[in-house]
């Protein structure tokens, strides 16, 4: 891969995960579901069990359940995701590695047992050409810090 090719490429990458951000804020499910691949696999298991969900039961795949996983965990959350600063590594012609510093601050609704959340961390993706556009194929939340009240 030259290095406009490379260029171009991450240009690409980072309007995806624009993208993933804002349909996911905005409640925007069908978009957000078209930021993965198909076959992609979600794994949250970070975040702990929720809502009855089993930590190990946290891993998810296909970007239609990835879709309504998220949109069962956050749907009636207001919520504000920032990503920062992708190291993006090439892997092949059609893959890439992307580190992305995070910051997350949710909102639940009046009477949730939490109320706020403010997040710090880093998104370990992989990306894969699909159809000519770049997907995420897999996804990793690791956090460094949560502040919830």
């Known amino acids: ?16 995960k624009a993208r993933y951000f804002r349909t996911m ?5 069908d978009g957000y579901a078209e930021v993965f691949a198909p076959d992609a696999v979600m794994d949250m298991r970070s975040e702990g069990s929720r ?5 190990d039961e946290m891993v998810t795949t296909g970007n239609r359940a990835i879709a309504e996983f998220v949109k069962a965990a956050i749907d009636t959350v207001t919520t504000v995701h920032h990503g920062h600063m992708p190291e993006v590594t090439f892997t ?9 510093a995070m910051e997350d601050k949710l909102r639940w609704p009046e009477g949730s047992p ?6 710090y961390g880093h998104y370990h993706e ?3 050409l699909v159809d ?7 996804l990793r939340l690791t956090r460094l810090r949560i502040d919830a009240v």
């Open 51 to 55: 809502d009855g969900v089993a930590r």
């Open 92 to 100: 092949s012609d059609m893959t890439a590695d992307v580190i992305w």
């Open 126 to 128: 992989t990306y894969r």
């Open 132 to 138: 000519g556009a770049w997907k995420i194929q897999t």
């Open 1 to 16: 891969m030259d290095d406009l090719t490379k260029l171009l490429a991450i240009e690409e990458i980072k309007q995806v």
């Open 114 to 119: 939490i109320s706020t959340l403010h997040g």
């Open 25 to 29: 804020d905005t409640k925007d499910w």
